[in-house]
């Protein structure tokens, strides 16, 4: 079970390791099926917050309609499928593949089609483009004060991104 789950990424086997040992109490215990079961689930939460997340946020529109075309396929696609999805230049298009796969984001399948790497998985894209809706302005709502030469950023939602002070700081007294 463990070993299905380790993928590429020398850190996720790491942290599957360090879960699975952690968890079943080794070296008393055995690791079992529940300890790897839950240290699967541990290494894909901070897999998903300190490694897809942040290489998410990194990638420009393009690379990102690139995935978001990948993800409504279901992971995997042809890379025509991808082009119509994504409704990108073939330039645009192949900068992207080229930069997604130097990032283990995608690559190619044994039959062809290209497919999600290790990077960023199914289940961080799923989580990804939840969140992306749930952030997101009704459509109604921007386009009413987009008409009426508003801003569309509700005042409610400045504050949530005005600077705050790191705990760093806090611990410092700054």
């Known amino acids: 079970m463990l070993s299905q789950?380790?993928?590429?990424?020398?850190?996720?086997?790491?942290?599957?390791?360090?879960?699975?040992?952690?968890?079943?109490?080794?070296?008393?215990?055995?690791?079992?099926?529940a300890s790897a079961t839950s240290a699967i689930s541990e290494a894909s939460r901070v897999t998903y917050r300190?490694?897809?997340?942040?290489?998410?946020?990194?990638?420009?529109?393009?690379?990102?309609?690139?995935?978001?075309?990948?993800?409504?396929?279901?992971?995997?696609?042809?890379?025509?499928?991808?082009s119509q999805a994504a409704d990108l230049a073939p330039t645009a298009l192949s900068r992207a593949k080229w930069h997604l796969e130097n990032l283990n984001c995608v690559r190619l399948a044994?039959?062809?089609?290209?497919e999600l790497g290790d990077m960023i998985t199914l289940d961080d894209l799923d989580a990804?483009?939840?969140?992306?809706?749930?952030?997101?302005?009704?459509?109604?709502?921007?386009e009413a004060v987009s008409g009426a030469g508003m801003?569309?950023?509700p005042t409610a939602a400045v504050a949530d991104v005005a600077p705050r002070t790191s705990d760093r700081a806090q611990r410092r007294g700054a």
């Open 151 to 153: 801003s569309a950023v």
């Open 50 to 82: 300190l490694l897809a997340l942040p290489t998410w946020h990194s990638l420009n529109t393009p690379e990102q309609r690139y995935l978001r075309a990948l993800h409504a396929a279901g992971g995997g696609a042809s890379a025509q499928r991808i």
């Open 110 to 114: 044994e039959d062809g089609t290209i």
């Open 5 to 33: 789950a380790l993928g590429s990424l020398p850190y996720r086997m790491q942290l599957l390791g360090g879960f699975a040992w952690r968890i079943a109490g080794a070296p008393q215990h055995p690791i079992d099926e």
């Open 128 to 142: 990804i483009v939840d969140g992306e809706r749930q952030h997101a302005l009704p459509t109604d709502v921007t």
